[in-house]
């Protein structure tokens, strides 16, 4: 057998193949390889292989991580109790929760092909059609995703919607306060609004917390074949995630390609086509809709500022890291904007 391929960073090779022996005999073959997929801007992903067969590990961030931020067990739970539903999620493999193998809990699923569109120009070449139909099937999969009645697969205890958008408001400043490394005081002001106006929330389901294009693989048929990155997802409320689409469609290609550009793409669903077509989905009537565009234009500045602090750090693997820093001030105008304060 030749010798294991040098570890990546964030993967020691010889202990992740010592712990697949022991919990998953016979499931690698030959000498592993791990290989970072660039473009994530939150927990690591690699494509693990052994010269036979693909699998994908993911694993926190390295250095600085805030606290419930970075959950495999929620991940690998969500997507396990997932599987066979409508919405299509890749076979999970084995969950590691402690930090004897890499540092830090990880955890191992199957590899599912497909396009994850972050790009315009490869998408638009798809035609206005196609680029439309693609993001009518995003709405509709969102869509499957809230009619899911969460006790029928499991996930009854997934999370406490009660009181949801108060706790989440908290969270996400307290995550900003915990890599906060200048003054932001749009972002402030953003923050103290959306504490003001918050509005009653609908009833609950499961939340996916990052929905977006490029957190979905798409075939050569234009079907989504996974949905990913499922870190921050709960029950709650479900009108968070469709204002998160939302507020990623209206500022795709902003800050220099670090919002994803794909939904610029001719033919995409604007705004007002999204939610109508989940409304017209889901039974759910999208109301205060600005208030939860503009508290998702902060949940991801506070992402973003993490990033921006790991990097700062030198703690962060991938290309583009380097502009996290200019997306705080962006999010904090566009929240202001749509709750009309400029």
């Known amino acids: 057998m030749s010798e294991t391929p040098a570890s990546p960073p964030g993967v020691d090779l010889n202990r992740l193949r010592s712990h697949l022996e022991r919990e998953l005999p016979g499931l690698a073959q030959g000498p592993l390889r791990a290989d970072l997929i660039e473009g994530g801007r939150s927990n690591?992903?690699?494509?693990?292989?052994?010269?036979?067969s693909r699998w994908v590990l993911r694993r926190p961030p390295l250095g600085h991580v805030l606290a419930t931020a970075h959950d495999m067990g929620r991940e690998y739970r969500v997507m396990t109790a997932l599987r066979g539903t409508g919405v299509p999620v890749p076979r999970t493999l084995l969950l590691d929760p402690g930090t004897d193998t890499l540092g830090a809990p990880w955890y191992l699923m199957e590899y599912v092909p497909g396009t994850a569109h972050r790009d315009a120009a490869p998408l638009a070449a798809l035609g206005e059609q196609r680029v439309h139909a693609l993001g009518s099937r995003l709405v509709d999969t969102l869509a499957v995703l809230h009619r899911i009645d969460p006790a029928e697969v499991g996930?009854?205890?997934?999370?406490?919607?009660?009181?949801?958008?108060?706790?989440?408001?908290?969270?996400?400043?307290?995550?900003?306060?915990?890599?906060?490394?200048?003054?932001?005081?749009?972002?402030?002001?953003?923050h103290d609004l959306l504490?003001?106006?918050?509005?009653?929330?609908?009833?609950?389901?499961?939340?996916?917390?990052?929905?977006?294009?490029?957190?979905?693989?798409?075939?050569?048929?234009?079907?989504?074949?996974?949905?990913?990155?499922?870190?921050?997802?709960?029950?709650?409320?479900?009108?968070?995630?469709?204002?998160?689409?939302?507020?990623?469609?209206?500022?795709?290609?902003?800050?220099?390609?670090?919002?994803?550009?794909?939904?610029?793409?001719?033919?995409?669903?604007?705004?007002?086509?999204?939610?109508?077509?989940?409304?017209?989905?889901?039974?759910?009537?999208?109301?205060?809709?600005?208030?939860?565009?503009?508290?998702?234009?902060?949940?991801?500045?506070?992402?973003?500022?993490?990033?921006?602090?790991?990097?700062?750090?030198?703690?962060?693997?991938?290309?583009?890291?380097?502009?996290?820093?200019?997306?705080?001030?962006?999010?904090?105008?566009?929240?202001?904007?749509?709750?009309?304060?400029?």
């Not at 690591?44 to 036979?52: K, M, Q």
């Not at 400043?173 to 890599?179: C, D, I, N, R, T």
């Not at 994803?260 to 409304?279: Q, R």
């Open 155 to 190: 996930l009854a205890d997934f999370g406490r919607p009660e009181g949801y958008l108060e706790r989440q408001l908290r969270r996400w400043s307290q995550q900003l306060a915990a890599s906060r490394s200048r003054d932001l005081p749009d972002l402030d002001r953003l």
């Open 195 to 342: 504490g003001r106006r918050l509005p009653v929330s609908p009833a609950p389901a499961l939340v996916h917390g990052d929905y977006r294009l490029d957190n979905v693989l798409v075939d050569e048929g234009d079907s989504i074949t996974a949905v990913l990155d499922w870190e921050m997802s709960t029950l709650g409320d479900p009108l968070t995630d469709v204002g998160l689409l939302v507020m990623y469609t209206e500022l795709a290609g902003v800050g220099g390609g670090i919002i994803p550009a794909a939904m610029t793409a001719p033919g995409f669903p604007k705004p007002d086509e999204i939610v109508a077509s989940y409304a017209g989905a889901t039974g759910r009537r999208a109301e205060d809709l600005d208030w939860y565009v503009a508290f998702a234009s902060f949940k991801l500045a506070a992402v973003a500022e993490g990033i921006h602090f790991r990097f700062q750090q030198g703690r962060t693997l991938g290309a583009g890291f380097d502009r996290a820093g200019e997306m705080a001030p962006i999010l904090a105008r566009h929240g202001l904007s749509t709750l009309k304060e400029n």
């Open 44 to 52: 690591l992903t690699y494509v693990l292989g052994d010269g036979a």
